[in-house]
């Protein structure tokens, strides 16, 4: 039986096109325990068996006399497992080069819109003995925050709990929709107009700071350019406990110092090749404004405009900057309502800026996404297998062809950089170039 999808569901599906696929990725590299060496295949065949999956993961498009509707929802009453579900092995060496060559082939392209909107690979082969999955998800399914505490919910905190669970295998005890479906529906449109009109003031307030909160300033960069339909995926990984060091030493938060190791990245990246723009580069920042009782695989976040300051040549004022905008952006979003951060969330990423006709006269909103979300502190594991990293790759957005991923745990902290091939085929630059950017900042506040 079909179903009206949720609002923000809709404006995903309507965002996505050939060349901006509006799925999330997240790939989770695990360390076996000693003597172990076929659990990559073990978890494989146990994840063929859990064939009854919540309902947001047999659900997709309806089918209409017009083709598939984004308006309404079917759900299946059975999924085809060994279609959302494979093993891959990678080809020799088995390196870092060969695994993240797989990831961005598996990331680019579309989810099928005829089927439910998810897939999983299980990835075999690695050089140094660990085991990898590869998830890809509808963002109009699911956000990062609810992604990565169901896949933890799918995970042991026991090093001897030998169960393999699949976060599609539904689990009675916990509160989820299809669809990404919420009890924010329940509100209406006058509700939300009536929030609305009570947040006017707060917003228009908030926006007479356009250095903190920089409303239409983004400068017009190499990241923003038509993308196609390749996609580059790369990763890099830090000590926690070296971020945490300059965020304490600074009086800042985790969050900005890790912002700011991008600022720094994208400002040396964009230097050497006589395109840093004098005027400070933007982020879109999705802001988590979920509550404990809020249902999991809802889309349910906020946007911070970010003036990274990569225009400053100082790594601490740069830090101060990027920390004095977050701040100033949090505070506004945390001042609405749900449903109107969530809208104006909407509004921000409208493409409204172009490359032909009047579009072509107005800025970017802003150039790249950093999105960031917080993991389990202590360790967690799959039939003792260790899961030692996560790194997640976001959609590219209209108008944009770099976004970046961070994921922090107690021990480490990630980054997934998603970019289109095309446009930016030197992916691996940048990311040598947050190394570089963390030394700076330790060097900055005397570490």
């Not at 905190?157 to 919420?182: H, L, S, V």
């Not at 990984?237 to 900005?256: C, I, M």
């Not at 404990?292 to 990569?310: I, K, P, R, S, Y």
Request: negative net charge.
């Amino acid at each position: 039986m079909s179903r009206f999808a949720p609002p923000e569901a809709v404006v995903l599906m309507m965002m996505e096109s050939d060349d901006y696929p509006m799925h999330i990725g997240a790939m989770q590299l695990f360390r076996p325990p000693v003597g172990v060496d076929d659990l990559a295949r073990q978890m494989y065949d146990a994840m063929l068996t859990q064939t009854d999956v919540e309902a947001m993961f047999a659900t997709h498009p309806a089918l209409t006399r017009r083709g598939r509707s984004i308006l309404r929802w079917d759900s299946e009453d059975e999924i085809d497992i060994d279609y959302h579900v494979q093993y891959v092995s990678l080809p020799e060496p088995g390196g870092e080069r060969e695994l993240m060559d797989l990831v961005s082939e598996l990331h680019a392209g579309q989810l099928d819109r005829s089927k439910p909107l998810w897939r999983c690979y299980v990835i075999d082969g690695l050089a140094d003995g660990r085991f990898g999955t590869y998830f890809k998800v509808h963002h109009a399914l699911i956000d990062g925050t609810s992604g990565v505490k169901m896949s933890q919910q799918s995970l042991s905190a026991d090093p001897n709990d030998d169960r393999i669970r699949a976060m599609w295998a539904k689990r009675p005890d916990q509160r989820r929709t299809g669809a990404g479906a919420d009890r924010r529906q329940a509100l209406g449109p006058a509700k939300t107009l009536a929030h609305m009109r009570e947040s006017y003031r707060s917003i228009r307030a908030a926006a007479q700071d356009r250095r903190l909160l920089p409303l239409n300033r983004a400068p017009r960069t190499v990241f923003n350019v038509p993308s196609g339909p390749s996609r580059i995926c790369r990763v890099a990984s830090f000590q926690t406990s070296r971020v945490k060091a300059v965020a304490d030493a600074a009086g800042v938060t985790f969050n900005d110092v890790a912002l700011t190791m991008t600022s720094g990245a994208l400002n040396a990246y964009l230097a050497n090749r006589n395109a840093l723009p004098a005027e400070p580069l933007v982020a879109m920042v999705p802001v988590n404004i979920r509550d404990e009782d809020d249902v999991v695989g809802a889309n349910m976040f906020g946007t911070a405009l970010c003036n990274l300051g990569t225009h400053l040549d100082d790594p601490k004022e740069r830090l101060e900057l990027v920390h004095a905008s977050m701040k100033h952006n949090i505070a506004l979003i945390r001042s609405l309502s749900k449903d109107v951060a969530i809208h104006v969330a909407g509004l921000v990423n409208v493409p409204i800026s172009g490359q032909r006709g009047l579009r072509r006269r107005v800025p970017p909103t802003y150039n790249l996404a950093i999105s960031y979300v917080r993991g389990q502190e202590e360790p967690l594991y799959r039939r003792g297998a260790l899961l030692e990293d996560v790194y997640g790759f976001v959609p590219v957005l209209r108008g944009t062809t770099l976004n970046v991923a961070l994921f922090a745990t107690s021990e480490h902290l990630d980054f997934g950089l998603a970019a289109c091939a095309d446009s930016v085929p030197d992916l691996d630059v940048l990311t040598v170039g947050l190394e570089t950017a963390l030394t700076d900042l330790e060097r900055a506040v005397g570490l």
